[in-house]
């Protein structure tokens, strides 16, 4: 068991070592661009994967912003959950506890919940009341080229990409602008996306357009829509 936690760690942070010198490599996208922008704000992070074990509830979370304690109380954000609060019972695996966490920590998080309370892959822990989910918002694109790996073709209203936020992806339609009738490679262009399950989000939340699993296009939260 220890063994499991170890690789999926070691995956995590050699993801985020190599994602840092390749922001736009698809083979490296398991963090998004933000998580290296806007380190110094309230604590956040999110959930890379989770299982429960024990009569615990344990992830594997890449910290975002901010530090974090053993004991302290977080809010649990996004797919199903808002104002949930939970209390940290334990940070690290077995043999090498710790008692606090930061920001670019990839670390074991562990809460004393019944099995029926499941973390989800995506879901963001934050210090309470900092954060909300939304599944509607304005954002800015920049769409690849077709040398660069994106699309050859234009796309249309209603268009259906996957959005890679909060390390997993989560599929969701976009709504052109008046006075477009579609989106080229390579072009800059605001839309309106509408996820299909809320999400923790922020302005300024960068993520990266995804077609089955290829980066076609990044962006930016420019509007929430509550």
Not at 31 to 53: C, I, K, N, T
Not at 105 to 122: H, M, N, P, T, Y
Request: proline content about 4%; overall charge negative; glycine content about 10%.
């Amino acid at each position: 068991m220890r063994l499991f936690w170890m690789t999926l760690l070691l995956v995590s942070v050699s993801a985020c070592v190599y994602h840092g010198k390749e922001p736009f490599d698809d083979r490296f996208s398991a963090l998004p661009q933000e998580a290296f922008d806007s380190l110094g704000g309230p604590f956040r992070a999110y959930v890379l994967s989770a299982r429960y074990e024990d009569g615990k509830n344990m992830a594997v979370v890449f910290v975002q912003d901010g530090s974090v304690h053993t004991g302290d109380t977080i809010e649990l954000v996004g797919y199903g959950f808002q104002n949930q609060k939970r209390v940290i019972s334990g940070l690290g695996a077995e043999g090498y506890k710790v008692d606090s966490v930061k920001a670019g920590d990839v670390e074991i998080f562990w809460f004393d919940e019944d099995r029926d309370s499941k973390l989800v892959k995506g879901m963001t822990f934050a210090k309470t009341g900092t954060i909300g989910s939304f599944s509607v918002f304005e954002a800015v694109i920049h769409m690849l080229e077709k040398e660069e790996g994106g699309r050859h073709t234009p796309f249309f209203n209603s268009f259906r990409p996957d959005f890679y936020l909060n390390g997993t992806d989560v599929n969701g339609k976009v709504l052109l602008q008046p006075g477009y009738d579609m989106v080229m490679p390579c072009d800059i262009c605001q839309l309106t996306v509408t996820l299909d399950q809320p999400v923790a989000l922020r302005k300024g939340t960068h993520f990266v357009l995804r077609e089955k699993g290829h980066m076609i296009g990044t962006g930016y939260v420019h509007t929430l829509i509550h």
